[in-house]
């Protein structure tokens, strides 16, 4: 099991208050993590496990750091917002239910952008950690939120790094609130790192091209032309520089999350798709 450098989302986790100061901003509350809920995690990284994060896993991390955690869209990764801040974080606590946050938003025009989806409800949130301390029971009994008898992980103490909306993907079961994004996070980072000479504007249109073809709800931008290509074609590299990231993807099985990035390629469905 991974324990460095993770991701989780869940849904909907993510709340508006409305604004009560001079900037005419809402403040963002909810919770990026639940408790006592255990959740299967399938990832051609971490591997598949049941994961439950318990009361007081975040304990440690918010009282020794919480000035350095940031709250961030996308982790950051959005090609417009980048690593902007979305606000200070004016509450961070454990409650009964899980880790609660609240973020006035900054009065700009970055933040105000993504108000309409945080009005909707249309965003999920999800935070990046380290497992510190853990328990790990190879093999448990037979339960009804583990009929398969996989693995499970009890999170003890979490190092907290992030958290903030996300365009959350489905989840495989409406009653799994929580799931792994580390894979969909680490293949982007992979085409980047796998084609190093591609210049930054290949690079962000490349990752936004996998995040609109991964992401549920999204279908319909796939048809759309691109509006930096005069063709309406998805950019793509070189051959010779495609064939890093090609190994990679068939390293890891999967290159079927990428039709049309390097070429043909299946088109099954990753298995947190519905």
Known sequence: MRRENLYRACMPGVELREADGDTGMPTMTGHFAVFNTPTEINSSREGRFMETLAPGAFTKSIRERASQVKVMFNHG???QIGEKPL???AEL?????GAYYEVPLLDAQYVRELLPALKAGLLGASFRFSVVREDIVDRPARSA????????????EAKLFEFGPV??????????????????????????LASPILLDEERTARARVFLTRAL??????DEREDTNSPSGDIPTAPEADAEPAK????RTGRGS??????GPESTRKPSWLL
């Open 77 to 79: 990764r959005d090609p």
């Open 87 to 89: 606000g200070p974080i």
């Open 93 to 97: 606590r454990e409650d009964e239910t």
């Open 145 to 156: 939120a583990n009929p398969d008898r996989i693995p499970e992980r009890t999170i003890r």
């Open 167 to 192: 365009v959350n993907p489905a989840y495989a079961a409406a009653t799994a609130g929580i799931r792994s994004i580390t894979d969909e996070i680490m293949d982007v980072d992979a085409i980047a």
């Open 216 to 221: 549920p709800g999204q279908g319909e931008q």
């Open 247 to 250: 190994a990679h993807l068939a």
């Open 257 to 262: 999350m990428y039709p049309g990035l390097y």
